[in-house]
């Protein structure tokens, strides 16, 4: 059997005094896609930063491509994993090719320049996106919505093997939260591995393979969302009561 793309051992996540994971051990192959779900300061998104080697762990490790983030450089690491945080700061006045094609930096050497190539590559992610022919948009005259859509476009620009999003439709309307679900779907179907912090179990149980329930007491369930994701478990979850809607063969969860 292969290694997994992506892999926690015995992994202790906190926050100050706060434990988010206990000996948490996961396993992400290739071209899985994992929802991370819970209430709001469960530590969604400190687990999220923990699993990008962007946070120490309190205990045991995580694995990318089999070997530890201490044991790979930053430039390593980039160039397997790709990180959507939840907002993106943006000091310097940049256009929005020019944001794009910093995805492109981890695959260039380090007085190298971005090339006609790069660019193709960043203006077919912009297109992707619902972007294309914004190159020369300053990138502070841009909506929450279409910055949001940016970062994708930055990540896909990137070209990661693994995809971490941090609640990547924040800020989208209906339509482009599905486009993108349907966009990072493709992603997986090609091969890439994709965690992202969702909000809606709906969604989560119509586009991911997997779910990571976070009670924000240590405690994780996990496991296929067909398992996983029902109302019994979402409104232990969420500590109010849910009800199971299903049409289609889709699944909806709805306040009882």
Not at 80 to 102: H, I, K, M, N, Y
Not at 239 to 245: H, S
Request: charged share 20%; glycine share 10%; net charge neutral.
């Amino acid at each position: 059997m292969s290694a997994p793309l992506l892999e926690t051992r015995g992994l202790t996540v906190t926050v100050g005094e706060h434990t988010v994971t206990r000996d948490l051990d996961l396993r992400l192959a290739r071209g899985e896609r994992l929802a991370i779900l819970g209430r709001n300061g469960a530590g969604k998104s400190t687990l999220l930063a923990t699993l990008a080697g962007l946070r120490p762990a309190a205990g045991g490790e995580v694995r990318l491509d089999d070997r530890p983030y201490p044991a790979l450089s930053a430039r390593e690491a980039a160039l397997r994993r790709g990180w959507l945080a939840q907002t993106a700061p943006d000091p310097f006045a940049t256009t929005v090719l020019e944001t794009a094609l910093t995805g492109r930096h981890p695959h260039l050497g380090r007085w190298e320049w971005e090339s006609a190539a790069d660019a193709t590559l960043a203006r077919a992610a912009l297109a992707k996106v619902g972007l294309g022919g914004f190159d020369q948009r300053q990138v502070a005259t841009l909506s929450g919505g279409e910055r949001q859509r940016l970062g994708l476009a930055t990540l896909l620009t990137q070209a990661p093997s693994l995809y971490l999003l941090d609640e990547p439709l924040a800020h989208l309307d209906l339509n482009h939260q599905i486009a993108s679900l349907e966009l990072l779907a493709r992603q997986a179907e090609a091969g890439a591995g994709v965690v992202m912090v969702l909000h809606d179990p709906g969604l989560a149980a119509r586009y991911c393979d997997r779910a990571l329930l976070v009670f924000g007491d240590g405690t994780v369930t996990q496991g296929p969302c067909d398992q996983v994701l029902t109302a019994r478990t979402l409104s232990c979850l969420y500590g109010y009561p849910l009800k199971e809607l299903a049409d289609g063969g889709r699944r909806w969860f709805v306040p009882a």
